[in-house]
T-cell receptor, first 115, second 112 residues
């Protein structure tokens, strides 16, 4: 089954404790992206990657890191989480060619709480 | 600042009624996508419109892209409880590959 898999689904952590949210897709998509979703603000892009070893900042990259060493994986790293990073996070992927036309396939989200 | 403004933010209607959701911007987009998101899940693509003035139909859902490619609308005819969800529009621009902008969403609730 074609899917984007995020782990974990729920995560509660404390300020400053490094964490990684994993994302994997099995559709051979070149493009992958991370979003955070907050009430009233919708989905805001954190980072995206057009292909292996190619990443770029989205609209809200501060406090986050990403890497794209393999095509299928795109982990999101919070080196020192803070309470304002409490949010619902989504990973998404699509074919890179005509990205703005290609449908984004989303994972089921990771709800992160930073205390 | 939201590049794409959606209205209304919340819509509650009875089964059988019609509804329209709007997505507006001051920017021109190469394409507009509409997604629906249900609780506990990621958004799922409903449609992509790419040509100014384009109208697409998906059963009881009608999507329109404005002539100037700055706005779009989603119209649902005879809404059903299964149409309940968060409707999101997303705009893509050819001059910024990878940066898909989302609106804040319209929460639609259809009661039996």
């Amino acid at each position: 089954e074609a899917q984007v898999t995020q782990n974990p689904r729920y995560l509660i952590t404390v300020t400053g404790k490094k964490l990684t949210v994993t994302c994997s897709q099995n559709m051979n998509h070149e493009y992958m992206s991370w979003y955070r979703q907050d009430p009233g603000l919708g989905l805001r892009q954190i980072y995206y990657s057009m292909n292996v070893e190619v990443t770029d900042k989205g609209d809200v990259p501060e406090g986050y890191k990403v890497s794209r060493k393999e095509k299928r994986n795109f982990p999101l790293i919070l080196e020192s989480p803070s309470p304002n990073q409490t949010s619902l996070y989504f990973c998404a992927s699509s074919f890179a060619r005509q990205t703005y036309n290609s449908p984004l396939h989303f994972g089921n989200g990771t709800r992160l709480t930073v205390t | 600042t939201q590049l794409l403004e959606q209205s209304p933010q919340f819509l509650s209607i009875q089964e059988g009624e019609n509804l329209t959701v709007y997505c507006n911007s001051s920017s021109v987009f190469s394409s507009l996508q509409w997604y629906r998101q249900e609780p506990g899940e990621g958004p799922v693509l409903l449609v992509t419109v790419v040509t100014g003035g384009e109208v697409k139909k998906l059963k009881r859902l009608t999507f329109q892209f404005g002539d100037a490619r700055k706005d779009s609308s989603l119209h649902i005819t005879a809404a059903q409880p299964g149409d309940t969800g968060l409707y999101l529009c997303a705009g893509g621009r050819g001059d910024s590959w990878g940066k898909l902008q989302f609106g804040a969403g319209t929460q639609v609730v259809v009661t039996p």
